[in-house]
């Protein structure tokens, strides 16, 4: 059993990750521009962030851990890719475990929010059955996980899910209710990630536009389909720990 000492070389990243923080861009670490405020402010809108104890599992560049902390965030983190963990390690981030299971029973009710972009569907069905109920553990009664993945019910998340040749599962609303059966988990929220509505007049316009061809479309495929399950290729699932 782990003490809960940070432990940031016990899971280094496998080979398959080389070089991706230059294929991701992630050349500005904690840094985070106008439209990423918008997303985060939006996405967050029902989560305790300002003043709570927040867990980000897989902060990649940083940019919300830093948008977080500026908002009167506690913030730790959890990433594999060693030049985020050096950008990390020098801003005084505090680092857990990237295999968080393992210190789970260390940090149990620690945490109000745990945030995890993009990050799922790079574990096997077994690790996100494990990394639920660690999750869990960690979380306060009351306490929320958020999850973005790909929208693997959507032909359209394909476009995000093949991206990544390290992506090992396919999920969904069903998919996790499957894996996290034996938890006190329920669902409060799920859908299309937060659409910004962008700078400018001409963006603002064309996004738009473009959110309205994506729900007319997605009304037509549910009707046709007798289904109603987003269709937009990224979506957001939000559990709350039974409290």
Same mark, same amino acid.
Request: aromatic residues 12%; charged residues 20%.
């Given at each position: 059993? /782990?003490?809960?000492?940070?432990?940031?070389?016990?899971?280094?990243?496998?080979?398959?990750?080389?070089?991706?923080?230059?294929?991701?861009?992630?050349?500005?670490?904690? #840094?985070?521009?106008?439209?990423? $405020?918008?997303?985060?402010?939006?996405?967050?809108?029902?989560?305790?962030?300002?003043?709570?104890?927040?867990?980000?599992?897989?902060?990649? /560049?940083?940019?919300?851990?830093?948008?977080?902390?500026?908002?009167?965030?506690?913030?730790?983190?959890?990433?594999?890719?060693?030049? %985020?963990?050096?950008?990390?390690?020098?801003?005084?981030?505090?680092?857990?475990? /990237?295999?968080?299971? #393992? $210190?789970?029973?260390?940090?149990?009710?620690?945490?109000?929010? $745990? %945030?995890?972009f993009d990050v799922f569907e790079h574990f096997t069905p077994d690790e996100v059955?494990?990394?639920?109920?660690?999750?869990?553990?960690?979380?306060?009664?009351?306490?929320?996980?958020?999850?973005?993945?790909?929208?693997?019910?959507?032909?359209?998340?394909?476009?995000?899910?093949?991206?990544?040749?390290?992506?090992?599962?396919?999920?969904?609303?069903?998919?996790?209710?499957?894996?996290?059966?034996?938890?006190?988990?329920?669902?409060?929220?799920?859908?299309?990630?937060?659409?910004?509505?962008?700078?400018?007049?001409?963006?603002?316009?064309?996004?738009?536009?473009?959110?309205?061809?994506?729900?007319?479309?997605?009304?037509?495929?549910?009707?046709?389909?007798? /289904?109603? $399950?987003?269709?937009?290729?990224?979506?957001v699932l939000v559990l709350r720990k039974r409290g």
């Open positions: 059993m /782990s003490d809960g000492t940070p432990a940031t070389t016990r899971a280094t990243a496998p080979a398959a990750y080389a070089g991706y923080e230059a294929w991701k861009g992630w050349d500005k670490p904690f #840094t985070f521009d106008t439209e990423q $405020i918008d997303y985060f402010k939006g996405e967050t809108r029902d989560l305790a962030i300002a003043g709570a104890e927040v867990l980000e599992i897989g902060f990649g /560049s940083g940019a919300f851990i830093a948008w977080a902390g500026e908002k009167g965030a506690r913030i730790a983190g959890t990433e594999i890719n060693a030049a %985020m963990l050096e950008a990390a390690k020098a801003r005084g981030v505090e680092l857990l475990a /990237s295999d968080f299971e #393992t $210190i789970a029973e260390h940090h149990a009710g620690r945490f109000d929010t $745990i %945030m995890a059955r494990t990394r639920l109920f660690a999750a869990e553990r960690m979380l306060k009664p009351g306490g929320q996980l958020l999850l973005r993945f790909p929208n693997s019910q959507s032909p359209f998340g394909l476009m995000c899910q093949a991206a990544d040749h390290t992506h090992r599962s396919q999920l969904s609303q069903s998919t996790i209710e499957q894996l996290m059966v034996g938890t006190s988990f329920s669902v409060v929220r799920y859908g299309p990630s937060f659409r910004p509505r962008g700078h400018g007049f001409k963006r603002r316009v064309k996004r738009r536009l473009q959110y309205l061809g994506r729900d007319l479309i997605a009304r037509m495929l549910n009707f046709v389909y007798a /289904s109603s $399950i987003p269709w937009d290729w990224v979506v």
